[in-house]
Every structure is written in structure tokens, then in C-alpha cells.
């Protein structure tokens, strides 16, 4: 399974394919579409956390409608750059990952694509874009953010291609 930052291994990436962003969090996960040419990125939506098997089912049913080629993974990095508890959290999940591929629509002896893409201050620019421009009630806000912080890591992702 390639998992690697995003500069590592964008040329083994799959193309054409649909790339799926993902904003992993405690209670929710979210997530975003990219077009077939990967060059725009379209919120999908939030999947409520529950246990992971449930979550993997919810994440392949996704997959498999939009015939998600690869993933790019929101990479939580504390503000100096180093790795913390919500990186080993995002690489617990996508290690899991490797253990249901039935769920997630993974053909046997095929690998996955997983990169990780830096998110520093994705969910902040998302409330912010939220709050100041688009005036957007706190209750909505919780419900578009999780989304729009996976269209704002997978078309960071897509315009570094």
C-alpha cells in the first residue's frame, strides 16, 4: 500500500481517477471528491465516527459509487512541523484501512494510493471563509465543516499536481 506524503509519491498516483479527500477526526470524517482529471475538488460529505467497521463501510460505500482511484489524507502537523497524537491517529485509521478492503472496494493483490497532504489551519480557513464571508450560522457551519475541510486539503493536493 504507497502511503506517503504527497510529494513522495504524487507520480505513482492513479490517473485518470477520482481522488478522495479525507479530513479524519474524532467524531467525524471528511470528506471530498475530486474529477476523473483531478483537477477539482468537490465537497461530499461528514461521516459520523462509530466504531471502525461501521466507518470503513460508510468510507467504502463512498468509494465504490464514485470509483475512488486514491486518498488524500489531511496530515495533522503541529504548527512547528513535527508530528503529534493526531498524526499517529490518522495513520491508526489509515492502517486499519489495509484490513478491510472488501468494505472499501479494493480488488485482492491491488494496492491502495493513500497520500498525505498537509493541513495546517485547513479547518480554521474553512470557519473563517464560513464566518467572515460567507455569514454562515454556527449550527450550519457545524455542518459543512468537516466537508469543506476535506475540498480544502484535496484541492491543496490537486493544485501542487
Given at each position: 500500500m504507497p502511503v506517503g506524503l504527497?510529494?513522495?509519491?504524487?507520480?505513482?498516483?492513479?490517473?485518470?481517477?477520482?481522488?478522495?479527500?479525507?479530513?479524519?477526526?474524532?467524531?467525524?470524517?471528511?470528506?471530498?471528491?475530486?474529477?476523473?482529471?483531478?483537477?477539482?475538488?468537490?465537497?461530499?460529505?461528514?461521516?459520523?465516527?462509530?466504531?471502525?467497521?461501521?466507518d470503513m463501510q460508510a468510507l467504502g460505500n463512498l468509494a465504490k459509487?464514485?470509483?475512488?482511484?486514491?486518498?488524500?489524507?489531511?496530515?495533522?502537523?503541529?504548527?512547528?512541523?513535527?508530528?503529534?497524537?493526531?498524526?499517529d491517529r490518522v495513520m491508526s485509521f489509515i492502517d486499519e484501512m489495509s484490513h478491510y478492503p472488501q468494505e472499501l472496494g479494493i480488488t485482492p493483490g491491488m494496492d491502495m494510493w493513500i497520500a498525505l497532504w498537509d493541513e495546517r489551519l485547513s479547518t480554521s480557513a474553512v470557519d473563517d471563509f464560513l464566518i467572515h464571508t460567507a455569514d454562515v450560522s454556527r449550527k450550519r457551519r457545524r455542518d459543512v465543516v468537516d466537508k469543506l475541510a476535506a475540498q480544502h486539503i484535496l484541492q491543496g493536493a490537486l493544485d501542487s499536481f
Open positions: 504527497l510529494k513522495d509519491i504524487y507520480t505513482s498516483r492513479p490517473y485518470p481517477a477520482r481522488l478522495m479527500g479525507v479530513d479524519f477526526g474524532t467524531k467525524t470524517i471528511g470528506l471530498a471528491i475530486s474529477n476523473a482529471d483531478q483537477t477539482i475538488a468537490t465537497p461530499l460529505q461528514a461521516i459520523s465516527r462509530t466504531k471502525i467497521k461501521s459509487a464514485y470509483e475512488v482511484g486514491g486518498y488524500v489524507f489531511g496530515w495533522p502537523l503541529h504548527m512547528d512541523g513535527s508530528r503529534g497524537a493526531s498524526c
